[in-house]
């Protein structure tokens, strides 16, 4: 019997147009009338992730970061930083890098650049992330300024023109991506299935009756920590291959069916 439900965001719990659906909202409902505790476990901050819980009718427990960071409405339980020195190598190498558009998660901020911000302001369509960024041309600066730790890197790019492998070989780190264009970097350790595990400690529930939804290389821990993993229709196969159940794709409901499979 399932008692805990993981959702991913992007690819999963939202639509291709990053909505959440009618048929979702439902699907959650349903569950949590059961008994069943129903989280937001994404890679996006934890601001987006408060608000998409809310927006989805979820509980309050919330894994963001990739992971790196659980709050419960706002308040942080636990946070995994990048440990030093390699935060600050990583964040050198990485704006020494040309037409990257990169997101800096610094504790509970997210940085970003004032160029990629406007390129975000384009397609990346989401209140509460413009809202409460903070826009910054010198990140290193800012960060030493307020004394805020790296928590977790994002880029966007093509991997294969750019020196991927001197991220991985830092000390402390591990390298995951969300998607074939982009990367993404927090410390060793930190990942969805430990953040789906401290979350399942705090509600008194038994990994084994979890169950963990996503599509992308950056929910792999979830889906092995996890009792139940499934995959979305919409993943690679090395995501598909790590589930016990594959729903359809995001475009065709696929998280609806995935949490109302857990009913069963």
């Known amino acids: 019997m399932i008692e805990l439900i993981s959702l991913d965001l992007d690819g999963t719990l939202l639509d291709p147009k990053g909505q959440v659906t009618a048929p979702s909202r439902a699907a959650i409902a349903r569950a949590r009338a059961a008994g069943i505790r ?10 987006e992730a408060e608000w998409f819980a809310r927006e989805a009718g979820c509980d309050t427990l919330t894994s963001s970061t990739g992971g790196a960071l659980v709050q419960d409405r706002g308040r942080t339980l636990r946070r995994w930083d990048v440990p030093e020195p390699s935060g600050r190598r990583a964040l050198e190498l990485v704006l020494g890098w040309e037409e990257v558009g990169l997101l800096i998660f610094a504790g509970e901020k997210t940085l970003v650049g004032s160029r990629y911000k ?12 413009h809202e ?16 805020l730790p790296l928590t977790k890197l994002h880029g966007e790019l093509d991997p294969s023109r750019y020196p991927i492998r001197a991220l991985a070989g830092l000390e402390g780190v591990f390298l995951t991506a969300s998607s074939s264009h982009d990367f993404e970097l927090v410390a060793a350790g930190a990942d969805k299935g430990r953040a789906l595990a401290l979350i399942a400690g ?13 599509d992308s290389a950056n929910d792999l821990e979830a889906l092995r920590t996890a009792g139940m993993p499934i995959a979305m229709g919409n993943a690679p196969q090395s995501v598909k291959d790590a589930a016990l159940r594959i729903a359809p794709p995001n475009s065709q409901e696929g998280a609806a069916w995935a949490v109302l499979s857990c009913l069963e």
């Open 38 to 47: 129903v989280i937001v476990n994404t890679g996006r901050d934890c601001r």
């Open 202 to 214: 705090a509600y008194g529930v038994p990994l084994e009756r979890c169950a963990a939804v996503g």
């Open 118 to 129: 406007r390129e975000l302001e384009r397609y990346y369509p989401f209140p509460v992330f």
């Open 132 to 147: 409460n960024a903070v826009v910054t041309d010198d990140p290193l600066g800012y960060m030493e300024e307020h004394r």
